[in-house]
């Protein structure tokens, strides 16, 4: 089964230097229906304007993942990292026993465009940690590269939970198929452009949740599409 959440139903939150639309329930946008999927917990799609961001705030025990779709996202923490990641770059922070972060857009003149990702991890307290890897184009044109995983194979950033993360960019002469294995779920998030999945249309901004299929096929749809594909314990 195939439950598609559309890109215009998502929850939203304007507050001038921020536009954010929430796939699930975050801040002061709540749907019982929409808490969440599997281990997944927020997908938030943010945009900020030059030089503004989030001020220094805390975390506990989340998976934190950011991944930028244009601009420059400049990251610090109280473990003592100070970043800036740009489009294909993956950055994943491990709230643990607690830390305290700041992200901000690293431009004086354009907007930073990127997804925040909370997975939940499979054990609490653990010690806080930070990671970001880089995933170049040619790794993941017309097929999927693992950029996430719980045993940071394949040269993928390491998540302290269940999960296989997946990215990938498609061009309309693209074609992938991805077999599902039994007790595990798929949710895919289009950042750019639009795909197929068995045949129905998911544009950017769209997710879908997927149970119960032994495998889908997913094809582009238009021009410099993308995806990110979740492969998750149920």
Known sequence: MITIRPKDERGVANFGWLDSRHTFSFGNYYDPQ?????????????KVLPAQGFGTHGHQDMEIISYVLSGELAHRDSMGNGSVIRPGDVQRMSAGTGVRHSEFNASDTNPVHFLQ??????????QPSYEEKNFASEEKQGKLRLVGSRDGRDD???IHQDVNLYLASLAPSDRLTYQIEDSRAVWLQVTKGAIMVNERLLEAGDGAA????AQIAVAGNSQDSEML?????Q
């Open 117 to 126: 990702i909370w997975i939940m991890p499979e054990q609490r307290r653990l």
């Open 156 to 158: 993928s950033v390491t």
């Open 34 to 46: 929409h808490m969440g999927f599997a281990s997944l917990r927020v997908i938030n799609e943010d």
């Open 210 to 213: 997927i149970v119960d299929e």
């Open 229 to 233: 594909l979740f492969d998750l314990a």
